[in-house]
Antibody, heavy 118, light 107 residues
Framework: QLQESGPGLVKPSGTLSLTCAVSGDSISSSNWWSWVRQPPGKGLEWIGEIYHSGNANYNPSLKSRITMSVDNSKNQFSLNVRSMTVADTAVYYC?????????????WGQGILVTVSS | DIQMTQSPSSLSASVGDRVTITCRASQSISSYLNWYQQKPGTAPKLLIYAVSTLRTGVPSRFSGSGSGTDFSLTISGLQPEDFATYYCHQSYTTPVAFGGGTKIEFK
């Protein structure tokens, strides 16, 4: 199971910090720990992924503003997004990217709505 | 970057109908193609992975096919619980990409 936590409201130009607590699995497994967001009424946008080693891949469109990290001792991983704007308003999901039959499939947390507003 | 184009973006259907959603990748993604179902206010759920393998517990009315760049999801005999939005997803390479979604609505 995955559970996101963090603020539901962020001011413009502020920084969003989200954490995803992992239960029932080890953060040190072979999964890629991922973040995906969904603006209200729109589709899914991949933000990035991180491995337990700290190796990360980011969406090029967001790369300059995001940082991901993993905390093996707490079995959780985190996302920071800097310089937030109204366009960053979305439901943010954490997901586990699990290898399966050669592909990688996502199992999702419940999501957290983050609104950017002054 | 690989782009995933889904069509249609929405469709109207009735219970019992057979519906097909297509997903096209901008370059070959081999068999690294998955499908998710999302209902309002909830997170997406995995339906099909590696093009055609049904996740355990997913009804057999769902099926997937394709290879390379062209893929499809078919629901044979639409049920009331199937009215939802469906997304394809390529995990062939990063950045990972999702299709724009197909919303199935009641006719």
């Amino acid at each position: 199971q995955l559970q996101e936590s963090g603020p539901g409201l962020v001011k413009p130009s502020g920084t969003l910090s989200l954490t995803c607590a992992v239960s029932g699995d080890s953060i040190s497994s072979s999964n890629w720990w991922s973040w995906v967001r969904q603006p209200p009424g729109k589709g899914l946008e991949w933000i990035g992924e991180i491995y337990h080693s700290g190796n990360a891949n980011y969406n090029p469109s967001l790369k300059s503003r995001i940082t991901m990290s993993v905390d093996n001792s707490k079995n959780q991983f985190s996302l920071n997004v800097r310089s937030m704007t109204v366009a960053d308003t979305a439901v943010y999901y954490c997901a586990s990217g699990v290898p399966a039959a050669g592909t990688v499939v996502y199992f999702w947390g419940q999501g957290i709505l983050v609104t950017v507003s002054s | 970057d690989i782009q995933m184009t889904q069509s249609p973006s929405s469709l109207s259907a009735s219970v019992g109908d057979r519906v097909t959603i297509t997903c096209r990748a901008s370059q070959s993604i081999s068999s690294y193609l998955n499908w998710y179902q999302q209902k309002p206010g909830t997170a997406p759920k995995l339906l099909i992975y590696a093009v055609s393998t049904l996740r355990t517990g997913v009804p057999s009315r769902f099926s997937g096919s394709g290879s390379g760049t062209d893929f499809s999801l078919t629901i044979s005999g639409l049920q009331p619980e199937d009215f939802a939005t469906y997304y394809c997803h390529q995990s062939y390479t990063t950045p990972v990409a999702f299709g724009g979604g197909t919303k199935i609505e009641f006719k």
